[in-house]
């Protein structure tokens, strides 16, 4: 299995522009979860999916921040409009419920908004 | 509020034990304790949970108090691979996960 996949791995963008970052869950998961580490804040979670129903986006730092899960193998995490205070590394985990569950973590997105 | 404390850092020699410690005096009964650590440049990865009793497998041993108010992660013979950020996180097993600051272990040849 190729794991969690994100993309892009690094994004540069100016204020104001709509940001969007993709994640594919590991397949079979049915869970799926997304969070941001900076150096001041440490790593969040913002919001997480089950069977791609939002369960939980208390997280999710104010309005500009959306995130989807059309299907079981993508979910986006959108940022519009973006602003310097928003540049995160962006990672995306996903696992499997039943029983305990394991997260599994992709290797994130880096966001630098100028 | 991660509602765990580790120390910020430990230093350790290669090929020694390492044992971490956590401390969680407010857990629930139905709270699992998980540990992931973090390598640079890496995203987070699993590396053992229990409930009540200790837990091994092929990376590490998780030592848990009887009152369950505190654990220790136990690494037998550290590599300096293992040099790493180690989050002790308390809560469910489905739900997102509550980080907090971690230790910094650091692994000298």
């Known amino acids: 299995d190729a794991g969690v996949i994100q993309s892009p791995r690094h994004e540069v963008t100016e204020m104001g522009q709509e940001v969007t970052l993709r994640c594919k869950p590991i397949?079979?998961?049915?869970?799926l979860f997304w969070y941001r580490q900076t150096m001041m804040r440490g790593l969040e979670l913002l919001i997480y999916?089950?069977?791609?129903?939002?369960?939980?986006d208390s997280g999710m730092p104010e309005d500009r921040f959306s995130a989807k899960m059309p299907n079981a193998s993508f979910s986006t995490l959108k940022i519009q409009p973006s602003e310097p205070r928003d540049s995160a590394v962006y990672f995306c985990?996903?696992?499997?419920?039943?029983?305990?569950?394991?997260?599994?973590f992709g290797p994130g997105t880096r966001l630098t908004v100028l | 509020d991660a509602k765990t404390t580790q120390p910020n850092s430990m230093e350790s020699n290669e090929e020694e034990p390492v044992h971490l410690p956590c401390n969680h005096s407010?857990?629930?009964?139905?709270?699992?304790i998980h540990w992931y650590r973090q390598l640079p440049s890496q995203g987070p990865e699993y590396v053992i949970h229990?409930?009540?009793s200790n837990v091994n497998n092929r990376m590490a041993s998780l030592a848990i108090a009887e009152d369950r108010k505190s654990s220790t992660l136990i690494l037998h013979r550290a590599t300096l691979r293992d040099a790493a950020v180690y989050y002790c996180?308390?809560?469910?097993?489905?739900?997102?996960?509550?980080f907090g600051k971690g230790t910094h272990l650091i692994i000298q040849p």
């Open positions: 985990a996903s696992s499997f419920v039943g029983g305990y569950n394991e997260q599994f």
């Open positions: 397949s079979g998961h049915n869970s």
């Open positions: 999916f089950n069977n791609n129903v939002p369960i939980d």
């Open positions: 407010t857990i629930s009964g139905t709270d699992y």
């Open positions: 229990g409930l009540t």
């Open positions: 996180i308390r809560g469910g097993g489905a739900d997102g996960l509550t």
